[in-house]
């Protein structure tokens, strides 16, 4: 630990960046989190301070305030010890170990060796909240440091948190943002609709030939990010065309790997009378036209019609091939709404996942919304509208919004406190539309008032993952300053 403190200088951040560094030597992808938390609770006890280590491996960091300081309102500071590891092709999971992620440096930015993602989120959140609490000479009220685990797969540490760890604080900052100059005060909260309807399969018709569509390549993109950038969804594009082609007996219909990705490409195979190939062949070509008119739709992207080789063990029932292709076609899908006053969209959903199994037709949809009641409702339509005879329909791994406070006092302070220290660099306030874990305290404490910022940092959950040194150096300042003006202005 001793290599932290080869400066004196905390105020600046480089014990930050040390710290990290640190950080970055010890494994710690989602669900892997003991030893980090084992290694940052002796840390902090060491300086002071008193850790709790709960089951889920969460940790809360307490330091005392400053003599004199100790009527000054609590103020947290939060982070996620997880990441996302990311391996290039090739690469063996050991090499978090031996030898260890490498951090490179190259034109003021922290970056990997290509290897590995460097978990810059959010490890240094992490870092830049312990580094406060670590200098014994930054003068304070009782400061607090949370740190979750399983940000990354679900958010369960958070949800799995005592919510009395939030008790009795005057306010919370987040440190998992990656923008500079943005302050978030609302995230989107979400959940995934799981949906299987039961297929009954029949044979194919006396003198039809399997036969497959292909639709690859549209854009696809960050279901939340994204979503407003209509850039359409293979999914129920494939299904508007399957349901306008009775023709064509579908024996399986597949596509999207993620829930949080909108998916590119569907597969659809059937089977179909061999006179009847070319007039579907020109139909799905010119489909292709009809779908590049409604979305941003990439000149690379394919419309294939194929023979398939292997015959079909058989095709959809008639009446509920239909059905399904119908509910699928017209299903709500993307923006439900947006907010005019942000600039985001407030209520989406995506049609993620579509798998057919010997029996079954299985279809993921993720919902997102700032708001829960619109999730609540948006949730109900869904139920609504796929009620088909024997559907099973579970909602599941959801989290909690965070919605704009009506209370502006804790953002205004920062955004002038931002102005004076860096006045030649942007700052503004932003609602985006995917989940942080301050919407899962929103819930548990109703009221806090809550902030989420950090460092410049780029392609997170990637290779090319990197952070801006100088921009951690003004974090850590600019951090140490908004605890002064908060604890100051109680
Ligand atoms: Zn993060």
């Not at 003991?34 to 008193?50: D, F, I, P, S």
């Not at 399969?201 to 407003?228: D, K, Q, T, W, Y």
């Not at 952070?467 to 850590?476: F, K, L, N, T, W």
């Amino acid at each position: 630990m001793d290599e932290l403190f080869g400066v004196d200088d905390f105020a600046n951040g480089e014990v930050a960046l040390r710290l990290f560094r640190k950080l970055v030597s010890i494994p710690r992808p989602s669900g892997e989190e003991q030893e980090v938390a084992l290694y940052l609770k002796e840390l902090m006890e060491a300086h002071g301070c008193t850790v709790e280590m709960d089951s889920a491996n969460n940790l809360r960091i307490d330091r005392p305030a400053s003599p004199g300081y100790e009527n000054r309102p609590l103020v947290i500071l939060q982070g996620h010890t997880d990441m996302v590891l990311v391996l290039a092709p090739g690469v063996d999971r050991s090499v978090i170990r031996n030898p260890g992620i490498q951090l490179l440096e190259k034109d003021g930015w922290l970056q990997s060796d290509g290897k590995t993602s460097i978990g810059a989120d959010d490890g240094v959140g992490v870092a830049m909240a312990l580094s406060i609490l670590m200098d014994k000479d930054f003068v304070s009220g009782p400061l607090r440091v949370i740190l979750t685990t399983e940000e990354e797969t679900g958010m369960n540490g958070a949800i799995a948190m005592d919510s009395q760890w939030l008790a009795g604080a005057k306010c919370l900052l987040n440190l998992d943002d990656c923008l500079e100059g943005e302050l978030i005060i609302s995230s989107a909260g979400g959940r995934k609709m799981d949906f299987r309807f039961p297929m009954e399969n029949v044979s194919p018709s006396a003198g039809e030939v399997p036969c497959l569509l292909r639709l690859e390549g549209m854009l696809g993109g960050h279901s939340g990010a994204e979503i407003h950038k209509n850039r359409g969804n293979a999914l129920q594009a494939m299904g508007v065309f399957l349901s306008r082609h009775p023709e064509f007996h579908v024996a399986s219909l597949n596509g999207g790997r993620f829930d949080n990705v909108i998916p590119s490409s569907a597969v659809a195979e059937g089977a179909i009378q061999p006179e009847d190939i070319p007039v579907l062949e020109g139909a799905w070509k010119a489909y292709r036209q009809e779908v590049s008119t409604q979305c941003n739709l990439p000149d690379t992207a394919k419309f294939e019609c194929e023979a398939l080789e292997k015959p079909l063990a058989g095709v959809w029932k008639e009446e509920s091939a239909r059905e399904f292709l119908a509910k699928l076609s017209n299903s709500k899908n993307g923006v439900q709404s947006f907010s005019q006053e942000y600039g985001v969209t407030e209520t989406s959903l995506n049609i993620a996942i579509i798998q057919t199994t010997e029996d079954a037709l299985k279809l993921t949809i993720s919902l997102r919304s700032a708001f829960r009641a619109a999730l609540d409702d948006l949730e109900a339509d869904l139920r609504k509208h796929y009620a088909i005879p024997g559907a099973e329909i579970v909602a599941r791994g959801g989290y909690s919004a965070w919605p704009p406070s009506k209370d502006k006092s804790l953002l205004n302070l920062a955004m002038e406190l931002w102005k004076k220290m860096q006045p030649e660099l942007w700052v503004h306030s932003q609602v985006i539309h995917a989940g942080l874990e301050v919407g899962v305290f929103a819930e548990k404490m109703p009221g806090l008032q809550q902030l989420s910022m950090g460092p410049n940092m780029f392609d997170e959950h990637n290779l090319t993952e990197r952070v801006e040194i100088a921009s951690v150096h003004r974090m850590v300042q600019y951090l140490r300053a908004l605890i002064g003006k908060i604890q100051d202005n109680a």
